[in-house]
């Protein structure tokens, strides 16, 4: 059986990020969502255990400290991390699975696991972005403001990524980040490890 390819998913707040996540899982059944823990309390319509798993700031550090965390990161105020056991025993066991993160948490992963697929949300324009903050309709402005300051210097890492899409057209940031995913799977290794016993007669 071939490991599992982790997928890593960042976007600043606004970006339209989960948007898109929630599009592609729709489409890609091979993909599952591994959910965050935050010690954030829950927004309007989310659902505990489904958007994330939400726990106190006094139990979020200790499993910090219980090393409980594959990543790991305050954000906005608020701590944000991924359970091991949410991410290992999938890969291990051949499932793709996708972290939607902050670029924090990102550098994490990729230092432990330099094979993982990253991908960078941008918006189309910094107009764009405030527009969509607002129509969320959760937060208050002086959040809205906080939040676009801190938009660019999480877009200043896109770089960092091994893909980017702009969502400017819904429709066409999902079938790239599709793409995305499909193309993955399609390596010479992977395709190799998967196709083994084929290649292996091929050749004979």
């Not at 290992?88 to 972290?99: H, T």
């Not at 770089?159 to 390596?187: G, K, W």
Request: hydrophobic letters at 40%.
């Amino acid at each position: 059986m071939t490991r599992g390819t982790l997928y890593i998913v960042a976007a600043p707040s606004g970006a339209g990020k989960s948007s898109i996540v929630n599009a592609t899982l729709a489409r890609d059944a091979q993909i599952a969502l591994s959910i965050s823990f935050t010690s954030r309390g829950p927004r309007p319509g989310e659902v505990d255990g489904e958007h994330y798993h939400f726990v106190s700031a006094d139990e979020f550090q200790r499993m910090i400290g219980a090393g409980d965390f594959f990543e790991h990161a305050l954000v906005h105020g608020d701590y944000k991390g991924t359970a091991r056991q949410s991410v290992e025993p999938q890969l291990a066991a051949g499932k793709d699975v996708l972290l939607e993160i902050d670029w924090q948490g990102a550098q994490q992963v990729k230092a432990k696991l330099p094979d993982a697929v990253s991908v960078f949300i941008l918006p189309p324009s910094r107009e764009a972005l405030l527009e969509r903050m607002r129509k969320r309709g959760q937060d208050p402005e002086e959040v809205i403001q906080r939040r676009l300051a801190a938009a660019r210097e999480e877009m200043s890492h896109y770089f960092e990524f091994d893909y980017v899409i702009v969502n400017e057209v819904f429709d066409t940031a999902v079938d790239e980040m599709c793409a995305i995913f499909a193309a993955s799977r399609l390596t010479r290794e992977k395709q190799q490890a998967r196709h083994e016993a084929l290649i292996r007669k091929l050749l004979a």
